[in-house]
Antibody
């Protein structure tokens, strides 16, 4: 059974870079997409971005200029870096696995994704 | 950009009652691209429904999803005490590939 565990500093100073790692256990990081999602205190969920095990990425346009997601297949880990943080980046950060779904209609096959396994989350506070 | 609006914001019901949660998209969404998650306090979200109507592994059959186009519904047929939580709908966008969440519906005990 695949499990995800987020790790990293719980406190980051304003203007610095937030760095988190998600370790995948019980399965391989290969052949999947992996996402980061965050949740500010008392608020809803915001998708940050994803990475494929091969290294291809895509980011939420609202965060794209500050986000970098990378993968280390030898360690079965992927990581998040968010630069120039402010108090607005204070949140619980989750990593999640994306599962592939397929459906077929008269026009052909279509692929879609959803998040089937989540880490427990790690709280990051931005404060001096 | 597609916006998902969930209603009501808070739903107060008693155990044993039926819960109906709504998720409305600002433009038409493929049914397969809609998922529902449950989140309890202090916990990570848990996948309930994907493809608008397929239950995830281990999810009780009292949970069901339906809908198409812009209107989607999560129904809990008979509420159990452990069902009181916050529920989020999520849309998968294929071009470009990204995700959007609704703002959530809090299901509380009446």
């Amino acid at each position: 059974q695949v499990q995800l565990q987020e790790s990293g500093p719980g406190l980051v100073k304003p203007s610095e870079t937030l760095s988190l790692t998600c370790t995948v256990s019980g399965g391989s990081i290969s052949s999947y997409y992996w996402s980061w999602i965050r949740q500010p205190p008392g608020k809803g969920l915001e998708w940050i971005g994803y990475i494929y095990y091969s290294g291809s990425t895509n980011y939420n346009p609202s965060l794209k200029s500050r986000v970098t997601i990378s993968v280390d297949t030898s360690k079965n880990q992927f990581s998040l870096k968010l630069s120039s943080v402010t108090a607005a980046d204070t949140a619980v950060y989750y990593c999640a696995r994306e599962k592939l779904g397929v459906y077929y209609d008269s026009s052909g096959y279509y692929y879609y994704y959803y998040m089937d396994v989540w880490g427990k989350g790690t709280t990051v506070t931005v404060s001096s | 950009e597609i916006v998902l609006t969930q209603s009501p914001g808070t739903l107060s019901l008693s155990p044993g009652e039926r819960a109906t949660l709504s998720c409305r998209a600002s433009q038409s969404v493929s049914s397969s691209y809609l998922a529902w998650y449950q989140q309890k306090p202090g916990q990570a979200p848990r996948l309930l429904i994907y493809g608008a109507s397929s239950r995830a592994t281990g999810i009780p059959d009292r949970f069901s999803g339906s809908g198409s186009g812009t209107d989607f519904t999560l129904t809990i047929s008979r509420l159990e005490p452990e069902d009181f939580a916050v529920y989020y709908c999520q849309q998968y966008g294929s071009s470009p590939r990204k995700y959007t969440f609704g703002q959530g519906t809090k299901l509380e005990i009446k």
